[in-house]
């Protein structure tokens, strides 16, 4: 009987390695081969896709891109009708200032001047608030001369039939005498648009009168202290300079691409289209003019001029950025790739010959070295395995396989470090975890919990909570009695959280608590505040704050708010409505200073919700806030439920609204309901 023929292990190592080796490149090779003639009849295909969506992110972000500097023009014209509402609110503080009507002489230089809306409107009539207004100069010349390069004027038009501009086209309107110069702008789309909307907004393109082209305007409209509307702001820009400055870019730096915006009325914002409705241009079917005017993002291919067009809406206004591409722009890589892959195709089959011979050479070698340590090291690994870190590993040879020994005794000693410092770490959190565990039992401790909070008195409920998202957190409330006739009401909002919140939680708590005992309004309150931590705030902390003192007996009550949200209030037999006025700053943040006063008087059955902006800033999975409109949703929900219902029904919402997202900040609440005097 013949003895069958042994095998070395280093001809086994061989033989498998090579089998594994040739088996893995050949199934590789056979997929590698496959993909690319794949790829390559498909490359039309994969480049068209590709380009659609690099088209859609592109257009999206430059659409982004375009908002977000529209937006610059809107923060401008809204500090405008601030300032302009501040000199109605405020006449007393601003000295007349003469505004002529528009001057010969003063063409090609910026000033101010006046018109006259109809030749009904006397200059005697409007003389001092002419004056008045003439102030907007402090306003109007900065904007106009800031990074905002191509406003072409500055003006506002008032409800009383004035006038005022800053620009330097005096020569196109003003009369040889300089006499008095009457524009009827009453009913001008930019008048009617910001009148309607009682907000900052654009207008569509149009054709400026004095035919300096096609133009937009951004307008703002300004009220009185009593807000009651006095007129509208506005800064206007002519079409090719608006193009410059947020359209002009290289989509593939190639012939026949660019971009172009569209009005909500399809005018198109290109030098080439100038007055062209989308509507009448031969390169674009009616599906992709519905597509572009639907304000929805997406890509369409137009038969017609056989170019691709992505568009996308402008957020703040009704219109929509488009991309003209050219399909040949496209697919002019599809030949080049091809070429490419036949290449590499061929360079692929002699390489991998190459790599057979190069790995047959290099596992001879291998094995023969590599056998006998490798037994000695499974037997070490074993052995620090099975828990020894006190064995050694022999090392047989100053190469790879030595180092793998080194490897394992290294391995040994670090794994008894880390076991210590595992240790150590450990009881160091679990000291961490009850020291914050006393934090957080000691903050609940500050705030009251206790509730009924004054059992004996039945003029009013009230419940408050308070859910820190750490385990201490920044937001607090309190409330107290001052004496049997007045009671206090806080609710505030640390910036920051965590535990540096939390200790200057603390201490501002005590201060307000404390002042308010002294006695004074909720403004004297809060400066006193604001004035002790000013004075040691070296880690810039703020705090905004809500405070109010009820007088139980009639239900008047006095309120501060320090930059805190809007309080919500419910009259008997309503619902809850936001109650919106000026704030003051918060507190901490600059010393010396006043704090707003607002009163206001509540009947029987009337109620008022306060709250830390953990409510309305609540956010769910899809990055989307709670909001102010489904806080009053819910409030409203059960509005007649006493007030730890109302907190209970609140969070509820909240949490059905968050599911499983995290919470990000605390969320504290606080109900107040009335009865008056039993």
Request: net charge negative; aromatic share 10%.
């Amino acid at each position: 009987m013949k003895t069958k023929k042994r095998l070395s292990i280093r001809s086994k190592i061989q033989i498998m390695v090579m089998a594994i080796i040739v088996v893995a490149l050949l199934i590789t090779s056979t997929v590698s081969v496959i993909s690319m003639l794949r790829i390559r009849s498909q490359a039309k295909d994969i480049l068209t896709a590709r380009m659609e969506r690099n088209l859609s992110n592109t257009v999206v972000n430059k659409a982004t891109l375009a908002n977000a500097e529209l937006l610059r023009y809107a923060e401008y014209t809204k500090a405008l009708s601030d300032y302009i509402s501040e000199l109605y609110e405020s006449p007393e503080k601003y000295k007349p200032r003469e505004v002529l009507p528009p001057q010969p002489l003063d063409n090609n230089k910026e000033v101010m001047k006046r018109y006259l809306a109809t030749r009904e409107v006397s200059y005697e009539d409007v003389k001092d608030e002419i004056g008045l207004l003439g102030n907007a100069e402090q306003i109007f010349v900065p904007v106009y001369n800031s990074d905002i390069s191509n406003i072409v004027a500055i003006y506002l038009s008032t409800k009383s039939g004035i006038q005022i501009s800053y620009d330097a086209d005096s020569e196109m309107t003003a009369n040889s005498d300089g006499s008095e110069v009457y524009y009827n702008y009453y009913g001008r789309v930019w008048y009617d648009l910001a009148r309607e909307k009682g907000q900052v907004c654009f207008t569509d393109v149009y054709m400026d009168d004095y035919n300096r082209g096609m133009m937009i305007t951004c307008a703002a409209p300004f009220y009185s202290e009593l807000g009651e509307f006095k007129g509208v702001v506005c800064m206007d820009m002519l079409i090719d300079d608006l193009y410059s400055a947020i359209v002009d870019f290289d989509v593939l730096a190639g012939d026949g691409d660019y971009a172009f915006i569209v009005d909500g009325k399809g005018y198109a914002v290109l030098p080439k289209y100038k007055d062209l409705n989308i509507k009448d241009d031969k390169e674009m079917n009616d599906e992709l003019i519905e597509a572009i005017m639907s304000g929805e993002t997406g890509v369409t291919y137009s038969e017609i001029s056989d170019c691709y067009f992505a568009y996308s809406p402008i957020e703040s206004t009704n219109w929509k950025l488009c991309i003209r591409v050219p399909q040949s722009m496209i697919l002019e890589p599809v030949q080049d790739m091809s070429s490419k892959i036949l290449t590499s195709m061929v360079w692929f089959i002699l390489i991998f010959i190459l790599v057979i011979f190069m790995i047959t050479a290099i596992v001879r070698s291998f094995a023969l070295n590599f056998t006998e340590p490798l037994f000695a090291l499974r037997k070490d690994a074993e052995e620090i395995s099975n828990g020894n870190l006190e064995h050694v590993a022999k090392i047989y040879s100053n190469d790879e396989i030595g180092d793998l020994a080194v490897s394992f005794n290294n391995m040994a000693i670090s794994l008894k470090d880390y076991i210590a410092n595992l240790t150590a770490m450990t009881a160091e959190k679990e000291r961490i975890g009850a020291e914050l565990s006393v934090a957080t039992k000691i903050q609940e401790d500050m705030l009251p919990r206790k509730f009924p909070a004054f059992p004996d008195r039945h003029e009013f409920d009230l419940h408050a909570t308070m859910d820190p998202a750490k385990e201490v957190g920044g937001d607090f409330y309190d409330f107290f009695l001052l004496d049997d006739d007045h009671i206090v009401l806080v609710m505030a909002d640390v910036s920051g959280k965590g535990v540096p919140a939390a200790l200057f939680m603390v201490i501002a708590k005590t201060l307000i608590k404390n002042r308010a005992f002294m006695g004074g309004s909720p403004s004297e309150i809060l400066e006193y505040t604001n004035e002790q931590l000013c004075s040691s705030n070296d880690s810039e902390m703020f705090v905004t704050v809500w405070l109010a003192i009820i007088e139980i007996s009639t239900g008047k009550g006095i309120a501060a708010n320090a930059g805190h949200e809007h309080p919500a209030i419910k009259r008997a037999g309503g619902d809850y409505e936001l109650v919106e006025y000026r704030h003051s700053p918060a507190v901490a943040t600059i010393e010396g200073l006043h704090f707003k006063e607002h009163e206001f008087e509540l009947h029987p059955g009337d109620n008022i919700f306060v709250y830390t902006d953990g409510v309305p800033e609540a956010t769910n999975a899809e990055n989307e806030l709670f909001g102010n409109e489904r806080m009053l949703e819910a409030l409203n929900r059960k509005k007649d439920s006493n007030s730890a219902e109302i907190l209970d029904n609140m969070k509820l919402a909240i949490d059905e609204f968050v599911g499983e997202a995290p919470q990000f900040d605390d969320i504290t609440m606080l109900a107040f309901r009335y009865f008056g005097k039993q």
